[in-house]
C-alpha cells in the first residue's frame, strides 16, 4: 500500500513541464517520472513546493507518529543523541572543554611566592612544584590526543525511531535517510551512513533503510543491490512504479530492457518494499527495551531536534 500523502508531493516544475522526481538531462528518468504519475493519478500540472524532500519528511513522521505514540518519531536529530552512539560524543567533548592548566599553577605559584616564608609556606610551594610536574606531563598527554585522536563524523538521520528512556539517552530503533530523488552522491552518502551505523555502534543495530520516490532502477540499484550497509529501500508508491515499469517496458520493441531486468532483480530479492512495510516495521518495535549500555555511560546529552510535529504547510 503506498503512502497516503504520496501523490501531494509530486508535482510538475514550471519551467519545463517534467517530474519533479527526474533528472532533467535524463531522457529515461523523465519517461518514468511521467510514467510513474500517471498511474499516481497526479493531475496533469500540478505545481507542489520548491522542497519536495523536507516535505516527504514531514508528512512521513506525521504519519508514523500516531503508530506508536510511545516512542519519538523525529526529523534530523544526530545520531550520537541516542544510547548506541552516545560514545562516540566523549572525545569531542573533551577536545571543546579541555584547556591548559598550566596558567593556573603559575598564578598559584606567583601568589605563593609572594608570600613570607615559613614552614607552612615553603611546603605549599614545594606541593604547588609538584603540581606543576604532574599537571605538565598531563597536558602533554591531553595535546597528543588532541593530535592523533580521530574524530569519526555522522550524518545527521533525517528520521529517527526511539525509545525514551529516564535519566539515560534513548534507544534509537530505526533511522531512515530519506531522499526525494536519487543522484549518485546521494546513494553513496547512504551507504556510507549505513556502514557507519553498523561499524561504531555500543548495542543493538537499529533498522536502517532509505525511503524515497526514486523511479530509477539503476539509481536504486546502488543502495538496494547488495549493500549491507541499507537493509531495505522504502518507497512511497511501490505499486505504481511497478505498473509504470511495466508499461514503458511494453513500448519497447524488445523485452530485453536493462532497467526493467534491474527492476525485476530488486524485487525478487525483497531488496525494495512498499511503504506500508515501514509502517509495519515501526509498529512491531517491542516495547519496553532494557538499556544495553551502563547508567551514566554518557552524560549531557543533547536534546534531539524537535522538528516532527511541523505541519505539512507548503502542501496547502
Not at 498511474?39 to 500516531?66: C, T, Y
Not at 615559613?118 to 605538565?136: C, K, M, N, Y
Not at 539517552?169 to 546521494?186: A, C, M, N
Request: net charge negative; aromatic share 6%.
Amino acid at each position: 500500500m503506498p503512502a497516503p500523502f504520496a501523490a501531494s508531493l509530486c508535482g510538475f516544475r514550471p519551467k519545463n513541464g517534467n517530474p519533479n522526481t527526474s533528472d532533467n538531462n535524463d531522457k529515461g528518468s523523465i519517461e518514468l517520472g511521467l510514467a510513474l504519475f500517471e498511474e499516481m493519478g497526479v493531475p496533469e500540472g500540478q505545481v507542489v513546493g520548491d522542497d519536495p524532500g523536507a516535505n516527504m519528511e514531514i508528512a512521513i513522521v506525521n504519519d508514523l507518529q500516531p503508530h506508536r505514540s510511545d516512542l519519538l518519531i523525529r526529523r534530523g536529530p544526530s545520531a550520537l543523541a541516542f544510547e548506541q552512539y552516545a560514545h562516540l560524543r566523549v572525545f569531542p567533548e573533551f577536545r571543546r572543554g579541555h584547556q591548559d592548566v598550566m596558567p593556573h599553577v603559575e598564578h598559584l605559584m606567583r601568589l605563593a611566592s609572594a608570600l613570607p616564608s615559613s614552614g607552612p609556606v615553603d611546603q605549599l610551594r614545594t606541593a604547588i612544584a609538584d603540581a606543576e610536574e604532574v599537571f605538565r606531563g598531563q597536558d602533554r598527554m591531553s595535546e597528543r590526543l588532541k593530535l592523533y585522536m580521530p574524530e569519526e563524523s555522522l550524518l545527521n538521520l533525517d528520521i529517527t525511531c526511539a525509545s525514551e528512556q529516564e535519566a539515560m539517552e534513548p534507544i534509537l530503533h530505526l533511522g531512515l535517510s530519506s531522499k526525494w530523488s536519487l543522484r549518485t552522491d546521494r546513494a553513496q552518502d547512504c551507504v556510507s551512513q549505513g556502514s557507519k551505523l553498523a561499524s561504531q555502534r555500543r548495542g543493538p543495530m537499529p533498522h536502517y533503510a532509505v525511503i524515497t520516490m526514486e523511479p530509477r532502477p539503476a539509481m536504486l540499484k546502488i543502495l538496494a543491490d547488495g549493500s549491507g550497509s541499507v537493509d531495505y529501500v522504502y518507497h512511497l508508491d511501490l505499486p505504481a512504479l511497478k505498473r509504470a515499469m511495466k508499461k514503458v517496458r511494453a513500448q519497447r520493441r524488445s523485452n530485453k530492457w536493462s532497467p526493467g531486468d534491474t527492476f525485476d532483480r530488486l524485487l525478487n530479492q525483497g531488496r525494495i518494499r512498499d511503504y506500508d512495510q515501514l509502517v509495519d516495521a515501526v509498529k512491531n518495535i517491542p516495547k519496553g527495551l532494557r538499556p544495553s549500555v551502563p547508567e551514566h555511560a554518557a552524560e549531557q546529552v543533547p536534546p534531539p531536534h524537535d522538528s516532527g510535529s511541523v505541519g505539512l504547510t507548503a502542501l496547502s
